[in-house]
């Protein structure tokens, strides 16, 4: 997982004691605490769409007799000529 984002938020010292002393006993960073409890509460992300998903409008779109791969795909694609799916 790659964290790209930051999110600073104060707390009661009161809170920010009790949240050090579970992740001492948990084993685990405030930082690390705070995420799990935030996806316990959230819910888990949704996956990222597969490849089918983001392309299944495209599949049939060129008009062909057989499949091209491999070198001959480049080829076959300057020559496409898309239909009006949309």
């Known amino acids: 997982m790659t ?4 999110l600073t938020t104060r707390l ?4 920010l004691k009790r949240l050090r002393e579970r992740a001492r006993q ?6 690390a605490l705070v995420r799990e409890l935030l996806e316990q509460e959230l819910g888990p992300t949704p996956a990222d769409p597969a ?3 983001l392309t299944r409008r495209w599949v049939g779109a060129i ?3 057989r499949v091209t791969s491999g070198r001959h795909a ?3 694609l300057r020559s496409w000529i898309p239909d009006r799916r949309g």
């Open 63 to 65: 008009r062909s007799e």
């Open 12 to 15: 009661p010292a009161s809170l």
């Open 74 to 76: 480049r080829t076959a």
């Open 3 to 6: 964290m790209n984002e930051v």
């Open 26 to 31: 948990v084993g685990t960073t405030p930082s």
């Open 51 to 53: 490849a089918l998903d």
